[in-house]
């Protein structure tokens, strides 16, 4: 049984740090990309980082400059590294592995239970 699980998550104050980790077990076919999105009240789900297998990285525009994204492959683990932290990035933050199966040459995503982040002002 695939599990992701997330932590990390928690209240700051504006302009803090925080690292948010997920870290996959169960997984049996090769993971292509990592990637971070989070979804705010009564706001649609969205990406904020994403990594390939590569090492290549994409940015939400608004946290360009502040957060960074990175991966340890041996680990099954991505991490999300955010900085400078603003109320605006209040938000339930869930990680995504998207996962290439051979057998039907087809992408499949799995999600974390997502983890709660708040920004005070």
């Known amino acids: 049984q695939v599990q992701l699980v997330e932590s990390g998550g928690g209240l700051v104050q504006a302009g803090g740090s925080l690292r948010l980790s997920c870290t996959a077990s169960?997984?049996?076919?090769?993971?292509?990309?990592m990637a971070w999105y989070r979804q705010a009240p009564e706001k649609q789900r969205e990406l904020v980082a994403a990594?390939?297998?590569?090492?290549?990285?994409n940015y939400l525009d608004s946290v360009k400059g502040r957060f960074t994204i990175s991966r340890d492959n041996a680990k099954n683990t991505v991490y999300l590294q955010m900085n400078s932290l603003k109320p605006e990035d209040t938000a339930v933050y869930y990680c995504?592995?998207?996962?290439?199966?051979?057998?039907?040459?087809?992408?499949?995503?799995?999600w974390g239970q997502g983890t709660q982040v708040t920004v005070s002002s």
């Open positions: 995504n592995f998207e996962v290439y199966r051979a057998y039907s040459a087809s992408k499949y995503d799995y």
């Open positions: 169960g997984i049996r076919f090769s993971i292509t990309a």
């Open positions: 990594i390939s297998s590569g090492d290549s990285t």
